[in-house]
DNA sequence: GCAAAAGTGTTAACAGTACACCCATGT
DNA sequence: ACATGGGTGTACTGTTAACACTTTTGC
């Protein structure tokens, strides 16, 4: 037999298949309103949810996500269900880990590939409209001794789980819960998990450039590392720690009632 | 309808579904002869490969792995395919990264989750037992401008790839093949991926020690850190840095025909 | 005794931290 | 004028790199 005749004969049936999806953590850098036309907005990180329509999980709030069609790959899947969820296109996602035990869907056996998407351009964000079934929500993820909670707020929804840590191998995040309100499946721990794992890698200054438009100012930059991060940074000391991971360009950005910022391009490795 | 309702006419059959399978880069640090009974062995990295025996890429060499199970995370099959393949039983494998390419796999879709096992303890390497089909090999592979080569070598086989960078976005490595050998399937750009993930994330020690046995001495710790990343330390300095990472047993290792090496433990994050 | 690995001490260079300070702008 | 973010200089501090050196063992 040639492999040409071997291909012909083969029967994929042959073997069960799982589903496989993709769930997407979209995050935003959300900049609180103020009264002052100077100075800069407080900077939240905010996360898009979704509720359920349908069973099972039917009126729960989950990660937008969705089957893996045949024609395209897990990257390509997760960014049409962003363009589908938010309107915005990003031109890629960050995979942070796949979900494969037995029972996280009641359906059937489904293998889920997480993502992380940070849309740092600015989102119109439906952060009050009533009846959508997306809403945006402010994250907290916050540890206390060996518990961690997780807050997701909107303007009149608070959903809290309390977590603990089950495997720390190999630089992998991994929760249970222990007690609290629930998203719809296991949507709870990717969520956590994804939102652990981008804040670990975004000590590499690329990640977070990567999730930047083409041009920025070193303002956007830092606080953008500050929202995923969650951390402060002192200005002089950001711009001399990431003096080697940007261009100049020479415009500037001018109207926002002080000196014009520079424009910089992300330095190619 | 009720969620339970909803559940029983749930027809998992309405989708498409791909196959999902798992790849394992079983490595293994291998000791060089030598004639002098008091010098250590140099190390070398090994990869394990397997020759194919059936359609498709019939007697080509392939990575170990096969189809995911029903009744199995894909850990477990991870783990399960190692242990087939080597005899030996990893407590946990690293996940490196999931190849879902519309075409790499000429039987069907076929999604492809990629992990790393380094075994530490020292493995009956069948190296040059003629007719097997399964066998280590020399690992090296290297960058040259924007070149990278992959050197996979035997006692009689050599296989050599040459390939270049297809994305290099959140921190993963792809790549594509220009010319030379390949094994079966993509899984030449799979080691390479996963290699180079590898290299990476070992430069947090607590990856390294994820692969070492419960008790080590230092000179182990640094050597398998020194065979992964491909790069000599400097003991006294090596020891400082990893200082926070262990803790001393009373226990010591002797007979080695010098000092005895104390044994340490890994420190829990 | 001696070769080899185990393990320690000392110094210099470098990167990161904290903070004081000046610059350019729109209202 | 002035508040604000943009941007720079400097002194201090902790980590890392390089290398010289001592200790302990089996043959």
Redesign the interface.
């Known amino acids: 037999?040639t492999?040409n005749e071997?291909?012909q004969e083969?029967d994929?049936s042959q073997?069960?298949?799982?589903?496989?999806a993709a769930d997407i953590v979209v995050l935003a850098i959300r900049n609180e309103l103020t009264d002052n036309y100077r100075r800069e907005a407080n900077k939240k990180l905010s996360v898009l949810l979704v509720k359920r329509s349908?069973?099972?999980?039917?009126d729960q709030w989950s990660l937008p996500g969705g089957?893996?069609?045949?024609?395209?790959?897990?990257?390509e899947c997760a960014i049409r269900k962003t363009f589908e969820k938010t309107g915005v296109h990003p031109v890629?996602v960050?995979?942070t880990?796949?979900f494969?035990?037995?029972d996280r869907d009641?359906?059937?056996?489904v293998?889920s590939?997480a993502f992380v998407s940070v849309l740092t351009e600015d989102v119109d964000i439906p952060y009050s409209t009533g009846t959508r079934e997306t809403k945006w929500f402010d994250v907290e993820f916050t540890k206390e001794n060996d518990t961690f909670t997780l807050m997701l707020r909107s303007n009149d929804i608070t959903i809290k789980t309390v977590m603990s840590e089950s495997s720390?191998?190999?630089?992998?995040y991994r929760y249970k819960y222990i007690s609290g309100d629930k998203l719809a499946f296991d949507h709870s721990l990717i969520l956590s998990s994804s939102l652990s794992t981008l804040r670990k890698?975004a000590d590499?200054y690329?990640?977070t450039l990567?999730f930047l438009p083409e041009k920025f100012t070193l303002t956007q930059f830092q606080s953008v590392q500050e929202a995923i991060q969650n951390k402060p940074q002192i200005t002089a000391n950001f711009r001399r720690k990431t003096e080697s991971y940007v261009t100049p360009t020479d415009e500037y950005i001018t109207g926002a009632g002080h000196r014009p910022a520079k424009l910089y391009t992300r330095k190619e490795?």
């Open positions: 037999m492999e071997f291909l083969y994929i073997f069960d298949r799982p589903s496989v349908d069973y099972p999980f039917k089957f893996l069609l045949q024609n395209e790959t897990l990257e890629s960050m995979p880990g796949v494969s035990e037995l009641p359906r059937t056996r293998i590939n720390h191998k190999f630089g992998e890698n590499n690329y990640i990567d490795k």
